[in-house]
């Protein structure tokens, strides 16, 4: 039972324009939710996080929406740019008193020039 | 520099052949994790630990082991690996459970 899902593998935008990112899950005890990105050859960096508190979080070009009633959130980079070409996973977590995290199946994000 | 360091980096072994795959960080952090990270399946947590002698299994714990002996370190050992146990290994670490700074990765290979 994938608990956080990525329905879509992959996704190719324009640099300058929006990329928007979506994950799902189905958990209702997650609280916490994180973004990471990931190059070829390298370890995941994180992004920017969310806790269920708030619905919205902004760091710059990222901005992270949550959806608590529908058990989603999203991730939206504006301007796109090639560098942000890379692989997205969201992560979530019932932070309160536990530290398990549980991983989306990532998005290959492609920003063409 | 701050950082997350995973050795060895490549390694290719034989099922049931005992191996350790070490993680070291230096920035002090109380929490550590190790995850694998295999096509289709993204990153699945194997093991955390809050602090020195607490770890706790992640979603997919069989077949591993852990040790939390100091703060700095955390092994992952596969005591008999098998080859379902091929894949890239991340350990990542963090100040309390929140962002985690992750290493390079190991891939593994078990024949």
């Known amino acids: 039972d994938q608990q956080v899902k990525q329905n879509s593998p992959s996704l190719s935008v324009q640099e300058g324009r929006i990329s928007i990112l979506n994950c799902d899950y189905t958990?209702?005890?997650?609280?916490?939710f994180l973004w990471y990105k990931k190059y070829p050859a390298e370890g995941p960096t994180f992004l920017i996080s969310?806790?269920?508190?708030?619905d919205k979080n902004e760091d710059g070009r990222f901005t992270v929406f949550l959806n608590k009633s529908a058990k989603h959130l999203s991730l939206h980079i504006v301007p796109s740019q090639p560098g942000d070409s890379a692989v997205y996973f969201c992560?979530?977590?019932?932070?309160?008193?536990?530290?398990?995290?549980?991983f989306g199946t990532g998005t290959r994000l492609k920003v063409l020039a | 520099e701050a950082q997350v360091t995973q050795n060895p980096r490549y390694l290719i072994t034989v099922t049931g052949k005992k191996l350790t795959v070490t993680c070291s960080q230096n920035?002090?952090?109380?929490?550590m994790s190790w995850y694998r990270q295999d096509p289709g399946l993204g990153l699945r947590q194997i093991y955390y630990?809050?602090?020195?002698?607490?770890?706790d299994k992640g979603d997919v714990p069989e077949g591993y082991k852990v040790s939390r002996k100091e703060k700095r370190n955390f092994p992952l050992i596969l005591e008999s690996p098998s080859p379902n146990q091929t894949s890239l290994y991340f350990c990542?670490?963090?100040?309390?459970?929140?962002?985690?700074?992750f290493g390079d990765g190991t891939r593994l290979s078990i024949l």
């Open positions: 958990n209702s005890m997650f609280d916490y």
């Open positions: 969310i806790s269920s508190i708030k």
């Open positions: 990542a670490s963090s100040p309390n459970g929140g962002p985690q700074h």
């Open positions: 920035m002090n952090h109380e929490y």
């Open positions: 992560a979530a977590s019932g932070n309160s008193g536990t530290y398990k995290y549980i």
């Open positions: 630990s809050m602090n020195v002698e607490v770890t």
